[in-house]
């Protein structure tokens, strides 16, 4: 294997480096130690997201191959009216369920879903024949494998911790990420475009250093990509961004006060008397855009009144765009005599009338004051639509759409699309698949690495110069990164603060500071 040549140290600290020429040897370590702490964290964490992601990405081919049964009905020569369907599925629903969101599904393969909130409060999804009403089976929402395979790729099933976990591993990805391009990019001035050739080296580290080197540089942009798509559904940060984007007028937009929903013969609510919508206050587990179904009943109004305003994320839907989460919901007054609210199929007329004939979730009301509320989540995102509607006349009330957003949500909507593989069909599915799994296989090769590397009882960290080289680019960067993410600037400083007060003493051993060996 290749040594690279021990460079001399310079008498003058304050000696320019040239921007566009290779780092010195100082710096080439500087480099490869923080990829090697970044790469040591995300190692672990990147094999998880690439199995999970990849799988994710497949759902649309996954799920029908699971559940054939249930999914897939043969077509007939006319649906049934949704009334009709939704009274079916409320009549074969367990005792004590309620009806909380219909999929209208335009498909003419696919069955019918209602999904109920249970009494216990879990929520099940209940499929039926379109068109002969047959009733088909269900499916527990939080049991089904996708959801458990978006639980784990989001949060490692461990709740809160586990996403902040998530969130810090991104964060972390873009460290390696640049530092890698760091210590590849002299071999790109060296070689021009065969550094982007698969090489060879010697012995088996050298062959797996090879192939590490050779995906790093196709999976840079790939990677880049996947993490900054990804950064604005994270628990922390995403959430605060998305509440920033929102308050400046970049994501969602704001059109004053919700319209209410007038009860017949009624007045609308006054500001002080809005309610939120019994059975979708929900917010922690309608944070992750995952659940189906809230918790509460009927209530009295009063009660209602002092609930907090609902939002997109508060209801029982299993996606909802970006943009449209921290958006308000229409809630009105309940009406003094108790009255019916529309036929579902007056409410799909009405959406339908819009230019959306399926491909939506539909939110039944279930409370007095409550609305209908259709999320449209298509794989284009000038598709996206959000509308709210009357609970008793089905009129729209509030229709916002991709038009609607503002530059910050239009470019995460896309980014989305990319990201889950839906932007541009099966292609778009392969591709994610090859960046994940590429990934995965980044993550083994560095692994493998290291495990040659490292001698038994140490970390096998790069040894850290005796000189240590200013970089006052890489600290602003580092600086700014943490910046802009407060967690991940915290853990930085806790890793600088552990690699200078206990692992660079312990690592002295390893050999002369200007000994750079190849990696």
Not at 120 to 148: A, H
Request: aromatic fraction near 8%; hydrophobic fraction near 45%.
């Amino acid at each position: 294997m290749q040594e690279r040549p021990t460079m001399a140290p310079q008498p003058s600290p304050s000696r320019p480096a040239t921007p566009a020429g290779p780092p010195s040897a100082a710096a080439y370590r500087m480099l490869w130690r923080w990829h090697f702490y970044a790469g040591l964290f995300v190692m672990p964490w990147l094999i998880v997201l690439a199995v999970t992601g990849t799988l994710y990405c497949f759902q649309p081919q996954i799920e029908p191959l699971l559940y054939p049964e249930l999914l897939r009905v043969a077509p007939g020569p006319a649906r049934l009216p949704a009334q009709a369907l939704l009274e079916r599925a409320r009549a074969a629903a367990p005792a004590g369920a309620t009806a909380t969101t219909y999929t209208v599904n335009s498909a003419p393969a696919a069955s019918a879903e209602f999904v109920f909130r249970l009494a216990s409060g879990k929520s099940e999804s209940l499929y039926l024949d379109p068109y002969t009403g047959d009733y088909l089976g269900s499916l527990s929402v939080e049991d089904r494998l996708m959801k458990q395979v978006r639980r784990l790729h989001r949060a490692l099933m461990l709740g809160k911790p586990g996403e902040l976990l998530m969130e810090l591993a991104a964060c972390w990805t873009l460290v390696m990420i640049a530092t890698g391009l760091a210590m590849w990019w002299p071999h790109w001035r060296e070689r021009g475009a065969a550094a982007l050739r698969l090489g060879r080296g010697s012995g088996a580290r050298g062959r797996w250093k090879a192939l590490h080197r050779f995906l790093g540089a196709w999976l840079a942009l790939g990677a880049l990509v996947f993490v900054l798509s990804g950064l604005p559904w994270t628990a922390s940060w995403g959430r605060q961004f998305k509440a920033l984007a929102t308050a400046a007028d970049l994501g969602a937009p704001r059109k004053g006060a919700p319209p209410r929903s007038l009860p017949p013969g009624g007045m609308a609510a006054a500001p002080g008397e809005a309610a939120a919508m019994p059975g979708h206050e929900d917010h922690a587990e309608r944070a992750e855009h995952e659940g189906h179904g809230g918790h509460g009943g009927h209530g009295d109004h009063q009660a209602a009144a002092a609930a907090p305003a609902a939002t997109m994320e508060s209801l029982p839907l299993a996606d909802v765009p970006w943009a449209a989460g921290l958006a308000p919901v229409p809630s009105g007054q309940a009406p003094r005599v108790p009255s019916p609210p529309a036929d579902l199929d007056r409410v799909v007329a009405a959406i339908a009338a819009r230019g959306i004939a399926g491909g939506y979730q539909l939110v039944l009301p279930n409370s007095p004051s409550g609305v209908f509320t259709a999320s449209v989540y298509p794989a284009d995102p000038t598709g996206e639509r959000t509308l709210h509607l009357d609970q008793y006349g089905g009129q729209v009330l509030r229709d916002t759409g991709y038009r609607d957003y503002g530059p910050v949500a239009k470019a995460i909507s896309y980014g989305t699309s990319l990201h889950m593989g839906r932007y541009f069909g099966l292609a778009n599915q392969i591709l994610c698949a090859a960046i994940s799994l590429g990934l995965m296989a980044l993550a083994v090769s560095g692994l493998l690495m290291w495990l040659k590397r490292r001698r038994a009882g140490t970390l096998g960290a790069p040894a850290l110069p005796r000189a240590v080289p200013p970089m006052r680019a890489w600290a602003v960067g580092l600086g700014l990164l943490g910046l802009v993410f407060p967690l991940m600037g915290a853990t930085l400083v806790a890793v600088w603060g552990l690699d200078r007060l206990v692992i660079a003493r312990a690592g002295r051993q390893h050999g002369p500071a200007g000994t750079l060996r190849a990696d």
